[in-house]
């Protein structure tokens, strides 16, 4: 940082392409020729972690003189994405990444995205530039929560009312998944050979779950097409992570501060993985070459991080935002908190997440800490928080299942699960409310405010669960004391034990 500053004298041009080399010489840029780079990646949900994440790799294959026929494509099919669509037009579609690292910061201008489509109703758009042979892979960063699936079984809703639309009006979809099958039959139909569908959401077996979704759209809509799609795509499973907070005014004028006028930054820490199977039925990038690691074992992978790291997340969101809390940073400075997400980590997930090569549950429960530790990281609360019935049922709920089958320690789970509930109820211990702060917000306020059994009767969240004695008894315990000596005592008293 303090070198970036020093180069800076005057006040900075807005970011394009004409203005790259009037940037401070500390800061990264492309040194490739983008206007020779082509198509190859249609994007669908071109948020921050994209940016971040997906976008870099192919940025670093780029800088090496790779992958330049690999160019990424934007899409979304929702309109209030439109501002930041306008944004990225105006700025050449480059994204600055400024890596919050406790010993210094750095910045960098990514430059692997050549386009933004119109977002519109009927997505033609959309479909038109999926079905052009030159597109090899459609990927998809679209949340947990984007999926249609029922929230108790992680399977395929084939009745949510958008899948039947889209079902009966291919040529005129509303979702993504409708706008993926209508290219698909596009290209079947005229011969071609199919792209990849790749997620790059944060959900076990994400391939599998795409597939399923696609598939079963697919099936409603035209069952030779499905059979076509089930022999000829292919959907590898993947596992993403780095820490990407929301941009708001502070990341605006960090930007500002390195001597980058972007409209729409993207701040990340200093960690990126990206764990994928290598099944791309019309070729990929060389990520490899950048980092990326090839396995058959992503499955195992993802299972340390989505325990791990999604769900502890959650688990300390919840008690943060009880506590008035703003930042992951300021929760882990927390003795009780950090006390806790320790022990429930170590003691009741580690046991069920399984040894991988060069790092073991412990040392990865030590990484965690750590990165949730950075200070230079202005991860919200709010922000983790966000969509707690897609991501505790994703992250949470199957460790609580483990637990049960193999009768191994629960109670700091079902501790999470009774915060998670006081939270939903709205009330921060200081009594100030807490806003709305998911898709079934109203659901969950309603089942915390009317009790313990209310709560647990929450079928498509708990499913089976509910039927476990040991849990049960356990969770009435810890939302009663929670009820009566509060956040940090209820905290304390089960690291104590």
């Known amino acids: ?23 401070p010489e500390a800061i990264l840029r492309p040194t490739y020729d983008r206007q020779a780079l082509t198509p190859g990646i249609v994007h669908i949900g071109l948020g921050n972690f994209h940016r971040a994440h997906q976008a870099w790799y192919l940025h670093r294959l780029m800088q090496q003189g790779l992958a330049k026929d690999w160019g990424i494509i934007g899409a979304s099919v929702r309109h209030h994405d439109a501002a930041q669509r306008q944004a990225l037009i105006e700025q050449d579609y480059l994204t600055t990444l400024v890596e919050l690292d406790p010993s210094g910061t750095s910045a960098e201008v990514v430059g692997s995205m050549i386009g933004y489509l119109p977002i519109e109703d ?15 892979i459609a990927s998809l960063t ?84 499905s059979e076509w799609i089930e022999g000829k795509v292919s959907f590898p499973n993947s596992m993403v992570d780095c820490i990407v907070p929301a941009t708001g005014p502070s990341e605006l004028a960090l930007a500002q501060k390195v001597g980058i006028s972007d409209q729409v930054p993207v701040t990340h820490e200093n960690f990126r993985q990206w764990v994928l199977e290598d099944d791309f039925c019309a070729g990929r990038p060389p990520w490899e070459k950048v980092g990326a690691t090839f396995t058959d074992r992503v499955h195992d992978f993802e299972a340390m991080k989505l325990r791990l790291l999604n ?30 997400f320790r022990k429930v980590a170590l003691s009741e997930i580690a046991p069920h997440v399984p040894t991988l090569p060069g790092m073991t549950p412990q040392q990865y429960v030590d990484l965690v800490d750590s990165r949730f530790s950075n200070p230079a ?18 992250a949470v709920l199957p460790v609580i299942r483990d637990a049960i089958a193999g009768n191994t320690a629960l109670d700091g789970l079902a501790l999470s699960q009774a915060l998670w509930a006081h939270m939903c109820a709205g009330l921060r211990q200081d009594g100030s409310e807490i806003e709305p702060n998911d898709p079934i917000w109203d659901q969950l306020t309603r089942a915390a ?19 476990d004695d040991r849990y049960v008894s356990s969770f009435k315990t810890w939302f009663a004391r929670i009820n009566e000596d509060g956040v940090e005592a209820s905290l304390n008293r089960y690291t104590s034990n």
């Open 1 to 23: 940082m303090d070198e970036l500053m020093d180069t800076l004298k005057t006040k900075p041009a807005r970011l394009s392409d004409h203005t790259l080399g009037t940037l």
């Open 122 to 136: 009927g997505n033609a758009a959309l479909i038109s530039q999926l079905a052009d042979p030159a597109i090899r």
């Open 142 to 225: 679209v949340t947990e929560g984007g999926y249609f699936l029922d929230p108790a079984t992680k399977r395929f809703d084939a009745s949510h009312p958008d899948i039947l639309h889209d079902a009966q009006n291919l040529d005129a979809p509303r979702t993504a998944f409708g706008a993926i099958v209508a290219a698909l039959r596009s290209r079947k139909n005229s011969g071609l050979g199919p792209f990849t569908c790749q997620s790059c959401d944060n959900l076990p077996g994400n391939g599998v779950i795409l597939k399923e979704v696609v598939t079963g759209l697919a099936t409603l809509a035209d069952k030779a097409l």
């Open 311 to 340: 769900g502890t997340h959650q688990i300390i969101a919840a008690p943060a935002e009880l506590l008035g809390l703003h930042t992951i940073a300021q929760t882990m400075e927390s003795g009780a908190i950090k006390a806790f």
């Open 377 to 394: 990281i202005h991860d919200t609360v709010r922000r983790v928080a966000f969509d707690g019935a897609s991501r505790h049922t994703g």
């Open 449 to 467: 405010q009317g009790g313990s059994t209310t709560w647990l009767g929450q079928g498509d969240l708990y499913g089976d669960i509910v039927e």
